[in-house]
């Protein structure tokens, strides 16, 4: 018989949370479905009832992880008016996840380079960024549409600002004293400023 739908739900959640912990704490090779379970407190009859191997959890646990920023993004695009403010209230969403997910970029290359699924994963990984990417052309165009940007390649110009963030996600890594939140703001004011069309310039 299955778990209750809010059971299930709440158990999926605490298996992938115990799984974070563990691919951070000894990376993905290194973890162990038994790790897991003793991280998660449940049996490991509980973690294959929902994950049917240790690649399996890790991709639900790094879509888990996407989702979450992408609820924080477009929670926050919601409050602001301009475009200028929407890439703003996004770079600023890109951070947290940035500082929440620090060294996941490199666990995530680490499974896709790993992984006998390696093309799977790879398809997980660029159908999010299409997602992104598109919310993120919306943006750029919109400013466009009401005067606020002057006119560009909305569709390149997301991809760089989407590789920016990445980049950033693998140098915290690397560089954890980096001033996240001050690289960020410059980027973005930056990038804003040339953005900006003849008249909008401040």
């Known amino acids: 018989m299955s778990p209750k739908v809010d059971v299930a739900d709440e158990r999926r959640a605490q298996i992938i949370q115990a799984a974070l912990a563990c691919f951070t704490r ?44 992408g609820q924080e993004a477009f929670a926050a695009l919601e409050q602001c008016t301009t475009a200028s403010d929407k890439l703003r209230a996004l770079a600023q969403a890109l951070v947290n996840f940035c500082k929440e997910a ?58 760089v600002l989407m590789a920016a963030y990445d980049g950033l996600a693998a140098y915290i890594t690397l560089i954890p004293d980096m001033d996240l939140e001050r690289v960020s703001q410059v980027f973005i004011e930056t990038l804003l400023s040339g953005l900006a069309a003849d008249g909008n310039r401040q």
């Not at 960024?129 to 390649?153: A, C, H, S, T, W």
């Open 102 to 159: 620090e060294g996941f970029f490199s666990l995530f290359l680490e499974f896709w380079a790993s992984s006998p699924r390696r093309e799977e994963a790879g398809q997980l990984w660029i159908g999010m960024l299409v997602q992104y990417k598109d919310v993120i052309v919306g943006i750029i165009e919109e400013g466009v549409r009401n005067g606020e940007f002057k006119p560009v390649d909305a569709e390149q110009l997301a991809w």
């Open 26 to 69: 000894k990376g993905y090779n290194n973890t162990t479905m038994d790790d897991i379970v003793a991280e998660s407190g449940l049996s490991k009859g509980s973690l294959y009832w929902y994950f049917k191997s240790k690649d399996d959890l890790f991709a639900a646990a790094f879509m888990s992880l996407l989702m979450d920023i």
